[in-house]
């Protein structure tokens, strides 16, 4: 008689599939939705990490403090230029550097590798770095850029207004070549195909452009745009380190000043919390409109 | 509407030559097939002469004119691709409206245009979708639309039916053919299916490692194959090719067979061959049976081809020919049988050149 499967000790497929998943879903729960959930729990408290005392509900009292103080609004005002402005500026040179770089020339493959150096380094030492150079004394931009007098140059982590620019500038340098390096992407997979079939058709290169290569390489542009917006609304590591929220508070981002509630002077768990989930909802809300514009591209 | 003249035009990529220098000219509203086994260099000519790709030497002519160094776009051509290279982005309409739109046309004219191009392919149901979700026939008729809506010089196509099912294939080759007779603008068809070329071309241009082997009419190239190659590559099967020795009127064809050469044809084998090798060759109709034919040979096999059958005769050993039978007589394999080869159409072949030996007028 043969011994049916079942009869010996062995673990069905649907255990094996259990064992590979748990351990994930586990960590997922336990690092991601508990605190997911607890910080939502927290922003109707009045909680403080640092109090003894229980979180006490509040209710929307949290919110209405954030959405009725007017620094906030300024905080926000402050990462939306950021955001604008840094997002504009980066796909428009990280695309114009993926056109220009598209086209093979001797020595484009290292010029490619040293443009995308500046992504690969940790926006921290970018942030100290970048500081220096801003330097009123002995930094290297004003000599540069040819300020070579300390008393007329200008002072780039002084002024309110051109605090907030030195950032851009940075995040710019920055992040611009990951633009490039999906723009790359989104051009070098259009067929050559299209651009002979446009050569015969008798279309001018700004004809094919236009028509070609920009709606060609839209889906991709536009998830640049969707990645480098979060990263903007997120924006913490870079103005800590060249600016830390100064002067006063010309470049203290949304995610600065969370950081500040949360972590400095009172602690307050609860009214950080509720900042927190005001940025979730502003960002899941914009991302949101850029998936469904991307899939406007896509299905056309 | 043009001539296109090809002089001493060649294509080669380092030591290796993709097109040897070829001399070629189409008449205006001539339908030329470019035909060959893949690889050939067909694909090349057509490309030089569109502009696509750039010629290593020669002179290429429209009408007269030097277009040798054009970009494409200067040359008034539509260019139909075998893959049909839409625009996927684009409605079926925009992608129609595309080449109007590239030269600045007005919006009213666009439209006028592409109704009626639409209506001709009978694609207007067609025009608000996107290309990437139509069948392969739709989406070659799309980009022959797209070809058609200009009035172009001339149309060249990259084996426009070799992505197509081969249902949709004679569909379309009727569809092809139709718009040539109606438009009557010089085309240049590329092709490595022979009956495509045979039931398209006014003209057919074969080409084989990188040279044109004949040019002519398709009943030219079927029934006076240049060369061994054309013999061979033309007609399914192709020409039966038997190699004997020749002397005084007779070729000894394996042991058992003496071939007696037609009468007409005596002058040429002795002037061209004398006393040596030859290769008859003749095409699987021209075989004609009798008890008292001249030719013994046994059957290999019998295929039934629907109207007539296919019989595979053992000539000499190991050497089968194709021969067209009437589909109701019965051959058993191994039987014995003799034939004739109609006279007027055995064709003869030195083995030495290839090419094929041509009659003398007597």
Known sequence: MIKSPSKRRQLSDRNIILLFILPTMIILVLMNIYPLFYSLYLSFTDYSVISSVAPKWVGFQNYQTILSDTRFWKHFAITGQYTIITVALQMLIGFGLALLIKEKFWGSGIITTLILVPMMLSPVVVGLFWRLMYHPSYGIVNYLIGFRNINTAPEWLGSPTLALWAIIIVDVWMWSPFVMLLSLAGLSAIPDYLYEAAAIDRAGSWFIFRRITLPQVMPLLLIAVLFRTIEALKQFDLVMGITGGGPGDATETVSVRLYREAFQGQFDTGLSSALAYIVLIVIIAISNLYIRQLNKVREG | ?362
């Open chain 2, 1 to 362: 509407m043009a001539t296109i003249e090809l002089k001493q035009v060649e294509k080669r990529f380092g030591e290796a030559y993709a097109v040897k220098p070829m001399d070629m000219t189409i008449n205006n509203g001539d339908f030329v097939v470019l035909l060959g086994p893949s690889g050939c260099g067909k694909t090349t000519t057509l490309r030089m002469i569109s502009g696509l790709e750039s010629v290593s030497s020669g002179i290429i002519n429209f009408n007269d004119k030097d277009v040798t160094w054009l970009h494409p776009s200067e040359r008034d051509i539509a260019f139909v691709f075998q893959f049909f290279a839409l625009y996927s982005h684009m409605t079926c309409r925009e992608n129609i409206a595309f080449p109007l739109r590239a030269s600045g046309e007005e919006g009213a004219e666009i439209d006028r245009k592409v109704k009626r191009v639409a209506e001709m392919l009978r694609i207007e149901h067609l025009l608000k979708s996107r290309p990437g979700g139509l069948s392969g026939g739709d989406q070659q008729r799309v980009a022959l639309a797209r070809a058609l809506v200009r009035k172009p010089a001339a149309f060249l196509m990259d084996e426009p039916l070799g992505a197509l099912d081969a249902e949709f294939r004679e569909t379309m080759r009727a569809e092809i053919k139709r718009l040539h007779l109606e438009q009557n603008a010089t085309t240049v068809y590329v092709t490595h299916d022979q009956i495509e070329a045979m039931a398209m071309g006014d003209k057919i241009v074969v080409m084989s490692a990188a040279e044109i082997q004949q040019a002519g009419t398709p009943l030219e190239v079927y029934y006076d194959p240049a060369n061994l190659f054309v013999a061979r590559f033309i007609g399914s099967p192709g020409m039966n090719l038997v190699e004997g020795s020749y002397s005084e009127g007779k070729i000894k064809l394996g042991d058992a067979n003496i071939y007696c050469v037609p009468q007409d044809w005596r002058a040429s084998l002795d002037t061209t061959i004398g006393t040596g090798e030859v290769v008859v060759g003749f095409r699987p109709e021209a075989v004609q049976f009798s008890a008292q034919g001249q030719l013994g040979s046994s059957v290999y096999a019998n295929d039934l081809h629907g109207s007539y059958s296919m019989l595979h005769l053992e000539l000499i050993k190991d050497n089968i020919v194709n021969a067209r039978a009437d589909r109701r007589d019965r051959h058993q394999m191994g039987d014995s049988i003799k034939f004739d080869i109609d006279p007027e159409q055995v064709r003869f072949f030195d083995p030495k050149t290839e090419k094929a030996l041509q009659k003398v007028a007597l």
